[in-house]
């Protein structure tokens, strides 16, 4: 989303001028800054405009210079969630999983870095330090993998029994199923475009059941998988269930981006409370 107000953005502009000269100078504890006054000057919610995108990246990178992990870290999760309509080339899984990595979390680094080797095909990795792919052994085949035609049979089985149930409102038997196919998934399951859909739909399970922290724990993971950050339905649903566990800004968020990727469509079958929240806190 573009920025309307002028002064705002000729604000922007003089910031990013004067960050640029800081960064030339190799002042980059004052580039920080400056781009940190950046972020500030955006509208709220900041994620959702183009620029909080460049911001976030920015200084994501730039603390990475200054081997200043923690505040690395910071940013590259706030990237997650900026400009939603960017197209999805897995640079923010790579981006945050570098920053695990530098954080010492290597379970989170393993998984955010494969997703990026499928979204980018290995284009992310290209000119990096080789320690991001080489130290994870086998990674690089890992990703070149597709399910085995026994796995995947047997996953499309059980979703369709999963499917029948849930028509059927046998929401715990539908989990069951949904369940069971997940765990046919080969580590680390989020790799896999399969787990997406599976995550998504267990979690509309829960959503069903009005268990809306189950339900939320499952979009969240859902998110996790291949391409699912350009999936209106999964932030629709994680936004509902953050609404109903009353937790306001995150649920507008995730409600802002499948406005955002999927228009007012995607909320005419849904209760109406939803889009009146969302409407009442953005400018559509």
Same mark, same amino acid.
């Given at each position: 989303?573009?920025?309307?107000? *002028?002064?705002?953005?000729?604000?922007?502009?003089?910031?990013?001028?004067?960050?640029?000269?800081?960064?030339?100078?190799?002042?980059?504890?004052?580039?920080?800054?400056?781009? $940190?006054?950046?972020?500030?000057?955006?509208?709220?919610?900041?994620?959702?405009?183009?620029?909080?995108?460049?911001?976030?990246? $920015?200084?994501?990178?730039?603390?990475? $210079?200054?081997?200043?992990?923690?505040?690395?870290?910071?940013?590259?999760?706030?990237?997650?969630?900026?400009?939603?309509?960017?197209?999805?080339?897995?640079?923010?899984?790579?981006?945050?999983?570098?920053?695990?990595?530098?954080?010492?979390?290597?379970?989170?680094?393993?998984?955010? !870095?494969?997703?990026?080797?499928?979204?980018?095909?290995? *284009?992310?990795?290209?000119?990096?330090?080789?320690?991001?792919?080489?130290?994870?052994?086998?990674? $690089?085949?890992?990703?070149?993998?597709? !399910?085995?035609?026994?796995?995947?049979? *047997?996953?499309?089985?059980?979703?369709?029994?999963?499917?029948?149930?849930?028509?059927?409102?046998?929401?715990?038997?539908?989990?069951?199923?949904?369940?069971?196919?997940?765990?046919?998934?080969?580590?680390?399951?989020?790799?896999?475009?399969?787990?997406?859909?599976?995550?998504?739909?267990?979690?509309?399970?829960?959503?069903?059941?009005?268990?809306?922290?189950?339900?939320?724990?499952?979009?969240?993971?859902?998110?996790?998988?291949?391409?699912? *950050?350009?999936?209106?339905?999964?932030?629709?649903?994680?936004?509902?269930?953050?609404?109903?566990?009353?937790?306001?800004?995150?649920?507008?968020?995730?409600?802002?981006?499948?406005?955002?990727?999927?228009?007012?469509?995607?909320?005419?079958?849904?209760?109406?409370?939803?889009?009146?929240?969302?409407?009442?806190?953005?400018?559509?």
């Amino acid at each position: 989303m573009e920025i309307q107000d *002028q002064n705002i953005i000729t604000t922007l502009e003089t910031l990013w001028q004067e960050a640029e000269v800081l960064f030339t100078n190799d002042d980059l504890a004052g580039y920080t800054d400056k781009l $940190a006054a950046a972020w500030e000057m955006l509208p709220v919610p900041r994620q959702a405009y183009d620029d909080s995108y460049e911001i976030a990246l $920015a200084l994501a990178e730039t603390y990475s $210079a200054l081997n200043e992990y923690p505040a690395m870290l910071h940013w590259a999760e706030i990237l997650q969630d900026c400009d939603p309509e960017r197209m999805d080339d897995g640079e923010r899984e790579f981006v945050l999983g570098k920053a695990f990595f530098e954080n010492g979390d290597m379970d989170k680094a393993e998984k955010l !870095l494969v997703q990026a080797m499928y979204k980018s095909e290995g *284009q992310v990795f290209e000119g990096e330090d080789p320690k991001y792919l080489e130290v994870f052994q086998g990674l $690089a085949a890992m990703v070149e993998e597709e !399910l085995s035609v026994d796995i995947y049979e *047997q996953v499309e089985i059980l979703s369709e029994e999963g499917n029948a149930l849930a028509d059927e409102d046998d929401f715990d038997g539908a989990i069951a199923k949904f369940t069971t196919a997940l765990t046919l998934l080969p580590e680390p399951r989020s790799a896999w475009e399969a787990s997406t859909w599976l995550y998504a739909s267990i979690g509309d399970m829960y959503f069903f059941k009005e268990d809306y922290t189950m339900a939320a724990d499952h979009f969240f993971n859902a998110l996790n998988g291949p391409d699912a *950050q350009s999936i209106g339905f999964v932030h629709l649903r994680l936004g509902e269930s953050l609404y109903e566990l009353q937790q306001s800004d995150k649920a507008l968020e995730h409600l802002l981006r499948a406005y955002m990727l999927e228009g007012t469509e995607i909320f005419e079958e849904e209760d109406s409370r939803y889009f009146d929240f969302l409407k009442e806190r953005v400018q559509l």
